[in-house]
């Protein structure tokens, strides 16, 4: 019988190892060979939009192989700001290396392409065409209808454009009736990833090009607390144009559901959150639960230009 039990074991450990070696492990992601002569003829913006837009969804994957490894080693992490070894440190498998390998070459490819063309570092310099369609200038204001509850009364919630650079946007958050204010800034999807003592952020719930039907994660945090984090899902369940004043926004509508911690046991979280697809910038966050942190109404209710922002609402047409 002992035999048996030993035989056994090993053959259990061969198939182990057997599979251990078939697994794709980091140091087996290599680059899918991309051609820089597709992109000879890009300017040197074009290149840096795409170089973004590839280290975003790389950003994305990486967060993903994350969430599903239980590991949360990304989880304090802020913005677009790993890369390519700390990604292919995570150790990813089966589509997600291959995606990675894929993204890899093409940014190799576009780095190669931006070389040639003597193109300079693209630091926080912000394409004037991008500028352009941003919905704010510096100086403008989102102006927010806040509130606890429902029955409570509304108080205003101010934020203030103060510069949009190539990969993040920052507002100084305003709040009139307590003259508080602070730095508050966002990526270009929409995630919070600083903010105020006693806000809430949410550094790596959101995933870029938002569409229907698409599943996001993450936690959602108040600024300046170790224990209140509440852990979120979500999906997208309206897109569409959504009109604030005069301002036309292309709205993606996020139903969220959660639980947050309340003393030793844990309190559900639900609600919705809308954020225009093209900024990220929030238009509405509507969540309730026992735990006060994560219960309150936040609503978009004007946007007020340089110009008016301290004389009134928006009025041109």
Not at 61 to 83: K, M, P, Q, R
Not at 181 to 202: E, H, I, M
Not at 278 to 289: K, V
Request: one cysteine or more.
């Amino acid at each position: 019988m002992r035999s048996r039990t030993l035989r056994t074991w090993a053959c259990s450990l061969a198939l182990v190892l057997a599979l251990a070696g078939c697994a794709t492990r980091s140091a087996d992601v290599k680059p899918v060979a991309a051609n820089p002569a597709d992109f000879a003829l890009w300017s040197c913006g074009r290149i840096d939009d795409e170089l973004d837009a590839v280290r975003q969804r790389a950003a994305d994957v990486a967060y993903a192989v994350d969430e599903h490894a239980g590991n949360n080693i990304l989880a304090l992490s802020v913005g677009v700001t790993l890369f390519w070894p700390a990604i292919l440190a995570m150790r990813p498998e089966g589509p997600e290396a291959a995606e990675l390998g894929r993204l890899k070459g093409r940014d190799e490819a576009l780095r190669a392409a931006a070389l040639a063309n003597s193109c300079p570092p693209s630091g926080s310099i912000v394409p004037p065409e991008r500028a352009a369609s941003f919905p704010l200038a510096p100086g403008d204001r989102l102006v927010f209808d806040d509130r606890a509850s429902p029955r409570q009364a509304a108080q205003e919630w101010v934020l203030e454009l103060v510069q949009l650079r190539r990969n993040e946007v920052e507002f100084e958050l305003v709040l009139p009736t307590t003259g508080r204010s602070g730095r508050w800034l966002q990526d270009r999807v929409g995630n919070v990833t600083a903010a105020p003592a006693g806000s809430l952020q949410w550094p790596r719930l959101l995933r870029g090009n938002l569409e229907l039907g698409q599943v996001v994660a993450g936690d959602m945090q108040v600024s300046g607390s170790l224990l209140d984090r509440a852990r979120l899902r979500g999906q997208v369940v309206a897109v569409g144009p959504q009109i604030v004043g005069t301002r036309r926004f292309d709205a993606a509508v996020i139903e969220l559901f959660g639980e947050a911690p309340l003393g030793r046991t844990y309190s559900r979280v639900g609600g919705a959150m809308v954020v225009d697809r093209g900024s990220g910038l929030l238009l509405r966050l509507d969540l309730r639960s026992g735990n006060p942190g994560f219960s309150l109404q936040r609503r978009l209710s004007r946007v007020e230009p340089q110009a008016a922002s301290r004389t009134g609402p928006e009025t041109r047409p």
